[in-house]
């Protein structure tokens, strides 16, 4: 199984940037996703997922309509789309699949089997 995560990239405050994770090996359309990042000396924090239903949770308010996550499971991939992007939001960000059959976004950093390797997003201010 791989989540490969694309996007990388530096933009300026107020920018947008796109990032895509494209799983193999598994039955995509079973698992919810997650976006996760972490900032330099901070803790991981949960962005968001989006389950086999296409419903959507954020994790950080601050990304309520900033933040959109959403999948094309013809792909095997989930998106995540940032716009008016802060500074505050240089992290790596990672994508995650989560197999349970409940959609549980609380606890889908503990209970996630697959994850990407984490793709570095820089905004500059």
């Known amino acids: 199984v791989q989540l490969q995560a694309l996007g990388e990239g530096m933009v300026q405050a107020g920018g947008s940037l796109r990032l895509s994770c494209t799983a193999s090996?598994?039955?995509?359309?079973?698992?919810?996703m997650g976006w996760f990042r972490q900032a330099p000396g901070k803790e991981r924090e949960f962005v968001g997922a989006?389950?086999?239903?296409?419903?959507?949770?954020y994790g950080i308010d601050s990304e309520k309509g900033r933040f959109t996550i959403s999948r094309d499971n013809a792909r095997n991939t989930v998106y995540l789309q940032m716009v008016s992007l802060k500074p505050e939001d240089t992290a790596v960000y990672s994508c995650?699949?989560?197999?349970?059959?409940?959609?549980?976004?609380?606890?889908?950093?503990?209970?996630?089997?697959?994850w990407g390797q984490g793709t570095l997003v820089t905004v500059s201010s």
């Open positions: 090996g598994l039955q995509f359309s079973r698992f919810s």
């Open positions: 995650a699949a989560d197999g349970r059959p409940l959609f549980s976004p609380a606890t889908m950093a503990d209970f996630s089997v697959y």
């Open positions: 989006i389950n086999w239903s296409y419903d959507t949770t």
